[in-house]
């Protein structure tokens, strides 16, 4: 605080045993607050991202499926193993003209974890299966790093 002097000068006041600041020690534990926070919160954030990867490779899958079920009532069936889901976007010398494509607006993306999907025709358990291995790109697994399959 100041106040003016006589002649203009500035009288200056020692300030205030509140307006000091915070102590090293009320530094370090809202510090620790803090860190604890982190603790309990990071984990499950870091969850959920994994669960969103998975929820958006089973969304990727059902959409490829919609497109090979438009791709088989064009053409009259679904693209071989070796034609791959790469015949919805262009088409395969065996398609003919019943091609009605592109099924997909922009090409076949990787999986959540940057890799291919698989595709077979016949599946395991149908027409055909689309999968992906997962976070470790290993068949199996279990958690992230199980397989998602359109079966």
């Not at 509140?18 to 809202?30: D, K, P, S």
Request: charged share 20%; proline share 8%.
């Amino acid at each position: 605080m100041y106040r003016p002097a006589k002649h203009g000068a500035t009288i200056m006041h020692a300030p205030s045993p509140r307006a000091r600041g915070f102590t090293l020690l009320e530094l370090l534990v809202v510090i620790v607050i803090i860190g604890l926070l982190a603790a309990y919160v990071g984990p499950k954030y870091f969850s959920q991202l994994g669960k969103s990867e998975v929820t958006i490779a089973k969304a990727q899958i059902e959409a490829f499926e919609k497109s090979l079920d438009t791709y088989r009532l064009d053409v009259g069936r679904y693209p071989t193993t070796e034609e791959g889901m790469a015949a919805l976007m262009t088409a395969p010398p065996a398609a003919g003209i019943k091609w009605n494509g592109p099924y997909l607006k922009k090409g076949v993306p990787q999986d959540p974890w940057g890799q291919a999907y698989q595709y077979r025709s016949p599946g395991s358990k149908g027409d055909y299966e689309i999968v992906s291995l997962g976070r470790d790109g290993q068949p199996g697994g279990t958690g992230d790093n199980a397989d998602i399959s359109s079966q």
